[in-house]
């Protein structure tokens, strides 16, 4: 069944960033710089590689590299003034969607080792931004359990939890057509901070799933969706793993718990952008008056909440709260029909994790070929690792062991298939 297109695409986000430049209101070009409330005014070099600077106690200060653009950027380019758009009009998916008037670029910087974990992290922007143009400085921190997700830094991105590493993307709209922003210096300021409450680890929410089809179009992390692919797109940016690699992955089962897909989360939506429904109200985005665990086009659906529709006006045609790649709903779940599902978000847990190296791989009922295929994990998603049993000898991409992976549900995965495991050592069961 094909499913409607529903969805809003990467590359028209209107709305979908917050406009954190002052400067991306005004009806003319002008220059900005945002600067930390603590250290004073500060000059970002025009380019160059990271730098760090003087910093007070405790306060850790460096520069974003805008002056390298690879293949997991998007849609950017380096210019002798600055960071802009490449093409400042929708691309890709966005190209036929009727909100397709924002043409859209992120750069993702390399991660910076902190000289002492932090819990805060603000981003401070110089650039010239061109009315209807908007710049935004996304920031997310490494922990035991793996990375945070991505929270705007202008204003200050306080983690629960205090973070060993940083990484920081650049994010770019502008109106179709129109004049981009030049961005010159981004300046990240990471310090110690009182803390917010951590949500609940390991959270799980039954939610309606359709398929997302189409095939050669690209997802918001810049990959080209391919026949049968094993992926998720969740409604929030905040969960959007950069391309190839699997930091934000869900675990998916159908309702009887018969099959599951441990996918990673490559797109956004279905219907909003700004719906990061399973975390608590404090913290979610948008829509702060719905229940934890409630989608929102699951209420406008079936309570005809904000009248019915998503946060772009249109009228919602079903409750989706996640979008599966062919791959994850007809061979994954053996889906058939858009159906409900049971979503674990595995970032908000905690314990070891598993990458898998190469899949789709087989979850089995136990540590051998022999026994039942319960689901797959695709490849380069992160499953949670309980423990580890000695099965039947597999030979496979890493190793041959004859170590076998227990999963959360109880399930098993050769090791034969995994290429690192992160966030503690595995006991075995």
Known sequence: MTRPRCRFPSVALVGALSLVLTAALLPTVGDVSAHAAAGGPITIAAAGGPIT???????????????????????????????????????GRGAHSPHSAVA??????????????ATRVRAEITASVPAGATVEAQVRGWRAAGWTEWQAATAGAVFDRPVTRVQARVVLTAPSGGATATVRGVQLTADAAAAVSAATPGRTYRVYATRIGLVGELTANGRTVQPR????????????????????TVRVC?????????????????WN???????????????????????EAQAAYQSGYNGGRDQFGRTVLNPAGIDLADG??????????????????????????????????????????????????????????????????????????????????????????????????????
């Open 53 to 91: 600077l003087a910093a007070a106690p405790g306060v850790e200060r460096w520069n974003v590299d805008l002056s390298v653009v690879d293949r997991d950027d998007v849609n950017v380019r380096r210019t002798a003034t600055g960071l802009r758009l490449r093409a400042a009009r929708p691309t």
């Open 104 to 117: 859209e670029g992120m750069l993702l910087s390399t991660s910076r080792t902190l000289a002492r974990p």
């Open 229 to 248: 692919d094993h992926f998720a797109a969740l409604p929030s940016r905040r969960s959007l793993s950069p391309l190839n690699t699997g930091d934000y």
């Open 254 to 270: 159908t309702t009887s718990g018969s099959r599951c897909e441990y996918a990673p989360v490559w797109d956004v939506g279905p």
């Open 273 to 295: 952008t700004r719906d990061d429904y399973w975390n608590l109200s404090s913290v979610r985005e948008n829509w702060k008056d719905l229940p934890q665990g409630r989608p």
């Open 328 to 429: 994850t709903f007809w061979d994954g779940l053996q889906l058939t029909t858009n159906a409900w599902v049971d979503v674990a978000y595995l970032w908000t847990g905690g314990g070891p994790r598993g990458v898998v190296g190469d899949g789709p791989l087989n979850i089995r009922a136990g540590a051998s070929t022999s026994y039942a295929i319960r689901g797959l994990a695709a490849r380069l998603a992160h499953v949670p690792i309980q423990c580890y049993v000695i099965g039947q000898s597999v030979a496979g991409p890493y190793r041959t062991t004859t170590r076998w992976n227990r999963l959360a549900t109880g399930q098993y995965v050769s090791h034969a298939y995994i290429s690192g495991v992160y966030g503690g050592s595995v006991p075995v069961c």
